[in-house]
């Protein structure tokens, strides 16, 4: 069961052909928060994660409404909230402001995303049930790729200027952040994470039962 390319010097390949990875460590760059009716999101010193969410962001809560578009539910359904966070790597938004050759380079909170963290690789390409302990106790659990959307390549397109005075197509974010724009996912352990704080990414590791 093939979980994830790339970073092979982490990796260690079961009997089975699993993926077993060592933990990734990095830092905190960045964090923010957003309140309803707005992308943007302002820039903050911590973050207070509960079970439902981040408190005081836009997407706090056990449950949220089904969107028409991308969820396999019709549209409005009330359902699980797996996205109560944001993360990105900032690595990936440093590439993509040089790929569209920004005046002013990408932060998280430009691209609507609450945390921003250096030194994991490949990280909008970890799987599903990977965990990130921060050094302080919270741990958040990966739920999904978060892709980059219309509407947020718009807002980038409309907010942002070129180094060479060129305009920003509608689409253009979204080609230059394919396969980086990041991860979403659940609370498991709540509490207050930091800028500068340490980070360990862990992939989800299979039971034995399962590997043998």
Known sequence: MLFRSGSCQNVAVSLSGALLME????TVASLFLGDTGTLNKAAQDSLEFAFDGIVGDRHRGLTRKAWEQTDKQPG????????QWSAVAQEDLDQ???VLSLAHPLSAGDVAVNLSLLGIPDFSRLPRGTTLTFEKGVVLMVEEYNPPCSRMARYISEGHETTHGGVLGETDFIEASKFSRGLVGVVEVPGVVSVGEGVSATPEV???WLRN
């Not at 409005?76 to 797996?82: A, C």
């Open 23 to 26: 933990p990734l460590h990095g």
């Open 76 to 83: 409005g359904t009330e359902r699980r909230n797996e996205r």
């Open 96 to 98: 993509a402001s040089q």
């Open 206 to 208: 299979l039971p034995k």
